[in-house]
């Protein structure tokens, strides 16, 4: 039996001397699995392309050059601007952009609807959620091109009730695509929701509507900005994974343009056979994407000091 | 009692060493070779195989110029990739003389430009890439590659090109009539306008779709290889495999012997057992392909015997193997890729 004096917490000191020795995991795991990958990648872009694949070990800045700068096809034209990659850029952000709207328009009222579930059922309804992410993401995308094709379940069901006379072309669209990622990501969105909308107090609805706010106004001013946190990582999280994916936009979308991912993907494994430039695309997406979560990170620290 | 299972212990060490060495690593295609055979080679010969799979010849480059080299002892690399391979010194040679089956081999596939006299690697199947049409759909004649880069109202909207460069650049040029590899500007703004205008009618590009895509009904013609054709009319869609006149894309797959293999002599048993015509017709029955061997009709199945897919009209024009450029001309059709599909 402990007595009472012997029953107390380790203080920060108590850890001193033993606590590099035990962060050594964690800092080996950074770095060899976070920092050396993103490193290799940062040094390839800036190597020279060997042809067929490969590199050879002499700094060089093509990769990026031929990024930002157009030479015309026989590079004998004065350089302008190189509009290929920013248009593949530009239309990876748009869809991701749409899937993430898209989630937010389904996920919120899901999570809310969850989160005002009975304590005892609201377990059930949050596993119904994740019960199709069992299943393997590249099967689940096979299964909706099955689903929305032209001779489709879908199709089928709205000429049957009369709603169209024609089959609708949603295949190889990018309504397709967007639909992809919404179904793909959907829970990353729904989740954080619903784990800020749990934290919610309804006493604030009740205060509000004592004071005359009618559900409209609450909305804006009570819960919006309570459970903004949430929403801001579920955006996060929808959309930078819909940044880089190249599975719903080449089997929903005909793959019939290059996106960020498929872009990338073509320098190594097909036969563009470009690694630096690979590297580079990979590169310039990453600096992207830090930028985008550094600016939310500058806006939540600003939100708190206020 | 201790003595004995010492002994036990380094009896079993000496036997798995002595094992260790009966081993072969196979670099080869996703879904390319009957299990039924792999085991078949083990039972003759006692050598375990092992197989990693890759599903294009660039990942399989790139896999092997990336540090794999001297893991694996053959792999099986299309025509172009071959001289590609031997190029980037990545190629073992070998004699005829150790090669007990090399008397089987097709004549015509002895001297082929991308290993002439075979000296690094020997013919696994061949076969063609073209395009099959739904006739249920289109009912004219289908033998012109006008129908893919110029399709008629019926296909328009409803076209499934293979995701690949070397095929798309390859049968686009066949149309036109330019040759493979040209530094012309004139006949590449040409192939690229082309492109780009076909395009506008075309639903998807997808390879490893393009089968699915024709049975499926959502693609009404596609850019296929014929023994995908054949799988796809034995699944049922109403597809006939055309021989378009301009000529169509040519290709043969090759087992090659590695550069640092480590079980060369292994390797070389592999290879003869493939240029056996029993062994050699059962990948044929379950690729759908040719085969490059000699003598190996009797083992064939029926329906493979007689598929249109690989027994070509006898006014079919002739194919061609896709050319390997040189890197400066490389660049260009890499750029008319990318143009086409930003």
């Known amino acids: 039996m402990a007595g009472p004096g012997s029953n107390h917490a380790p203080g920060p000191g108590s850890w001193r001397g033993i606590l590099v020795p035990l962060l050594l995991p964690t800092w080996a795991m950074i770095g060899i699995f976070l920092l050396l990958p993103v490193l290799l990648m940062a040094v390839y872009s800036f190597l020279t392309k060997e042809f067929r694949g490969g590199v050879e070990w002499e700094f060089s800045l093509a990769a990026y050059d031929q990024f930002f700068l157009n030479r015309g096809l026989f590079g004998d034209e004065p350089p302008t601007l190189e509009w290929t990659y920013i248009t593949v850029f530009a239309r990876s952000i748009a869809q991701a952009a749409g899937a993430t709207a898209l989630c937010l328009l389904i996920g919120f009222p899901t999570a809310w609807f969850i989160a005002t579930r009975p304590a005892s059922s609201r377990g059930i309804w949050l596993f119904l959620i994740t019960v199709p992410y069992w299943v393997n993401l590249l099967i689940r995308t096979v299964s909706l091109r099955f689903l929305i094709r032209e001779n489709g379940p879908l199709n089928d069901a709205l000429m049957g009730v009369g709603l169209i006379s024609e089959p609708l072309q949603i295949i190889n669209t990018n309504m397709a695509v967007q639909l992809g990622l919404f179904y793909s990501y959907l829970p990353f969105m729904v989740l954080p929701i619903y784990a800020a909308v749990e934290r919610y107090s309804f006493a604030y609805s009740e205060a509000a509507a004592d004071l005359y706010a009618n559900r409209w106004v609450t909305l804006r001013e009570i819960v919006l900005p309570i459970v903004r946190p949430g929403i801001v990582a579920g955006c996060i999280l929808v959309f930078i994974p819909s940044l880089g994916a190249f599975l719903a936009p080449n089997l929903l979308g005909g793959a019939k343009n290059f996106m960020i991912g ?45 | 009692m201790n003595r004995l299972m010492l002994t036990t212990a380094a009896l079993a060490l000496i036997g798995a060493a002595a094992h260790a060495e009966e081993t072969l690593s196979v670099y080869h295609w996703f879904e390319y070779m009957p299990q039924e055979l792999v085991d078949k080679f083990t039972a003759e010969t006692g050598i375990k195989v092992t197989i990693d799979t890759y599903d294009s010849n660039e990942a399989m480059l790139a896999s092997l110029k990336a540090g794999k080299l001297g893991q694996y002892d053959v792999a099986v690399p ?28 097709d004549p015509q596939w002895v001297d082929v430009p991308f290993d002439p006299g075979r000296k690094s690697s020997i013919p696994y199947q061949w076969g063609s890439t073209a395009f099959a049409v739904n006739r ?30 070397g095929e798309v650049l390859a049968l686009g040029s066949m149309y036109l009539g330019i040759p493979q590899c040209t530094n012309d500007k004139e006949q590449l ?51 006939e495999y055309a021989y378009p006149k301009e000529g169509y894309v040519v290709w043969m797959d090759n087992v090659v012997l590695l ?37 190996v009709e009797p083992f064939l199945s029926d329906a493979v015997k007689s598929s249109p897919e690989t027994n070509p009209p006898a006014d079919a024009a002739k194919g061609s193997f896709i050319a390997v450029c040189d890197e400066e001309t490389q660049k260009l059709y890499d750029a008319v890729w990318t143009n086409l599909k930003k």
Not at chain 1, 282 to 296: A, D, K, W, Y
Not at chain 2, 81 to 97: C, N, R, S, W
Not at chain 2, 141 to 157: H, T
Request: zero cysteines.
């Open chain 2, 136 to 165: 249920d759909v289109f009912k004219g004649d289908i033998n012109s590659l006008g129908l893919i880069f110029d399709p008629p109202p019926e296909l328009q909207g409803k076209i499934n090109v293979l995701d690949s460069q």
């Open chain 2, 78 to 105: 299309g025509d172009y990739m071959v001289q590609i391979m031997a190029g980037e010194g990545l190629l073992d040679t070998f004699t005829p003389e150790e090669l007990p089956g090399y008397a089987n081999i």
């Open chain 1, 262 to 306: 498929s872009l990338i993907e073509e320098q190594f494994k097909k036969s563009l056979g470009n690694w630096p430039f690979g590297a580079a695309v990979s590169m310039i997406l990453m600096t992207l994407v830090l930028i985008v979560l550094f600016v939310q990170a500058r806006a939540a620290t600003r939100q708190e000091v206020r």
């Open chain 2, 189 to 239: 703004k040409a192939l690229m306008e082309m492109l780009l205008k076909a395009k506008a009618s075309w639903a998807s590009f997808g390879s490893d779709t393009a089968k699915d895509v024709l049975v499926s009904g959502d693609a009404a013609a596609g850019m296929i290889y014929n023994g995908f054709a054949a799988k796809a009319r034995a699944e049922g869609a109403p597809v």
């Open chain 2, 259 to 295: 550069k640092d293999a480590p079980n060369r002599a292994n390797a070389l048993k592999f290879m003869d057992f493939l240029l056996q015509p029993e062994n050699a017709a059962a990948v044929t029955n379950y690729a759908a392909y040719t085969s490059g061997v000699m003598g």
